[in-house]
């Protein structure tokens, strides 16, 4: 089975060209049932739906969530589904299987003023200062991801026609600029990051007080950082500003559509998650005049 593990995970690499956290995640999922299997003595190749059943149990009686057990599953579908074309297996025996449902919960967002606060913390009087500034209007501007905007290039960055372009995988979408964070990126790019970085062919957009790409973790703490000067009681994380982000511009009469696309959900109802936070006037004219309400 490790053979066979490791060809999984290198498709799922090459191929699927998964986001590093999604293929760490699958890899947790795959190990885990890995032993499961052993201490049961099951053959990987032998085994049944009772014993798909069996270990989504287990894994309930572990104290996972919804969430989790889901990906449990959708992992083990995957790697069945691999198997069969590859000849090792005939049958999957997750086929009949139904994923638990998850409850959506409801986003922690920001109010326009507590936003406005948080983003006034960052001083562009040093180095620091104006990177973290042009990062948190930058974040709030796009409602991206954690991982995707660290994963930026510079070159991804359009002045002229004020947009960024995300690539995730095989999929890319252009998102537009607002003219305050323009203005506090092309500032940061021009006067702070020539100097933080110390090789020239740095190609990252955000980099870290040692000239380095910027990482996931260091991301959050600058967030912490200002939340704290802020004096903002709410838990706030990257992906506050993600959700503040959809929430502010569909008050604002942007349609779902459009913020689906910007957020880079394949599935609309990820995105009618945010309409909890309408007031009763705007969801009305939302569901009178869209296609889709």
């Known amino acids: ?50 014993d798909i059943e069996d270990y989504i149990e287990y894994v309930k009686k572990e104290g996972k969530k919804s969430s989790t057990i889901s990906r449990n599953l959708a ?24 994923a638990p449902k998850i409850e959506k919960r409801v986003p922690s967002v920001l109010t326009s003023e507590e936003v406005e606060l948080l983003l006034e913390q960052p001083k562009d009087i040093d180095l620091k200062g104006t990177r973290d500034k042009a990062m948190l209007e930058f974040a709030y501007a796009t409602g991206m991801k954690v991982t995707e905007i660290i ?29 305050l964070a323009e203005k506090a990126l092309k500032e940061y790019i021009e006067e702070a990051r020539p100097i933080m970085v110390k090789d020239e062919e740095t190609e990252a957009l955000f980099v870290n007080v040692n000239g380095a790409r910027l990482t996931r973790q260091g ?32 008050q604002n009469g942007a349609d779902l559509k459009s ?35």
């Open 259 to 293: 913020i689906q696309e910007m957020l880079g959900h394949s599935d609309i109802s990820s995105t009618q998650v945010y309409t909890q936070f309408q007031g009763p006037e705007l969801k009305a004219i939302y569901q009178k005049a869209h296609p889709r309400a």
């Open 219 to 250: 991301f959050w703490k600058i967030v912490k950082y200002y939340k704290e000067q802020a004096h903002i009681d709410k838990d706030i994380t990257p992906h506050v500003l993600r959700h503040s982000f959809a929430t502010h511009l569909l």
């Open 1 to 50: 089975m490790d053979k066979q593990i490791k060809l999984f995970l290198e498709f799922l690499q090459k191929d699927k060209r998964l986001s590093d956290n999604t293929l760490q995640s699958y890899r947790r999922d795959i190990l885990q049932f890995e032993r499961y299997l052993e201490i049961n003595d099951i053959n990987y190749t032998k085994v049944t739906e009772g």
């Open 151 to 179: 994963d930026l290039d510079v070159k991804d960055v359009n002045f002229e026609d004020s947009t960024v372009k995300c690539s995730t995988g095989k999929k890319t979408r252009i998102i537009p600029l607002g003219t």
């Open 75 to 98: 992992t083990l579908r995957s790697f069945y589904q691999f198997l069969i074309r590859n000849k090792k297996v005939k049958m999957d025996p997750t086929l009949g299987l139904q």
